[in-house]
């Protein structure tokens, strides 16, 4: 079956400037997940929603960056007033359930590569 | 709050070496761990996972044991192929949440 998508695959902004990043998860998926991976770095959370909801935002570095999950299925991550250190790889997750005591399989996307100039 | 170290630095060896990563955590209560890997070209996929204290988690020939004693979950596998070359992150899911913690990465690559 098809696995989570995120469009698109590469986007290049100038400083200042809005953007959004749009993440499909697998069909029937609950829970859904945004990493963010730096040069070099492991994925870092970033927000996980629990259907519509925004469970954990905890990750989210500032107010600058928002995201939502309008109908429990696609999400859309904003970020405003990109800044050259927004610059990374947006990883998307989800999970058939969230589960706090059992594995908690995340499947992850291919990633939208952001670049601020 | 939770954190996940990985050895520093790539890992280069030749095919069917001996493939050890090290990963060390912290955590409270008692976290799932897992390895993923992220071939060239390729998304993050799960390659194994372990649940509780002393569960072996293992696929494709690698392996990993959930050791609390010493907190640590290292992956091993005993004779590498060039198909293995890829970045593997450790990761844990805490006790209570949804979120992974992930190590840094380490790139693998296996020489003909």
């Known amino acids: 079956g098809a696995g989570v998508s995120q469009t698109p695959s590469n986007k290049v902004t100038e400083k200042g400037k809005y953007v959004e990043l749009r993440c499909d998860p697998i069909?029937?998926?609950?829970?859904l997940y945004w990493y963010r991976q730096s040069l070099g770095q492991g994925p870092e959370f970033l927000i996980y929603?629990?259907?519509?909801?925004?469970?954990?935002d905890s990750g989210l570095p500032n107010d600058r960056f928002f995201a939502v999950r309008p109908e429990g299925s696609v999400s859309t991550l904003k970020i405003q007033r990109t800044e050259r250190g927004d610059s990374a790889v947006y990883l998307c997750?989800?999970?058939?359930?969230?589960?706090?005591?059992?594995?908690?399989?995340?499947?992850f996307g291919p990633g939208t590569r952001l670049t601020v100039l | 709050g939770d954190s996940v170290t990985q050895m520093e630095g790539p890992v280069t060896l030749s095919e069917e070496a001996f493939l050890t990563i090290n990963c060390t955590y912290t955590a409270t209560g008692y976290p799932s761990l897992f390895w993923y890997v992220q071939y060239p070209g390729e998304g993050l996929q799960l390659l194994l996972k372990?649940?509780?204290?002393?569960d072996k988690g293992s696929n494709k020939g690698f392996e990993a044991t959930y050791r609390k004693e010493t907190t640590s979950f290292h992956l091993e596998k005993g004779s590498v192929q060039v198909s293995d070359s890829a970045v593997y992150f450790c990761a844990l899911s805490g006790d209570g949440n949804n979120r992974l913690a992930f190590g840094k990465g380490n790139q693998v690559v296996v020489i003909p």
């Open positions: 929603f629990q259907g519509t909801g925004a469970a954990d």
């Open positions: 372990a649940t509780k204290a002393d």
């Open positions: 069909s029937g998926h609950t829970a």
């Open positions: 997750a989800s999970s058939l359930i969230p589960t706090t005591h059992l594995y908690n399989e995340q499947f």
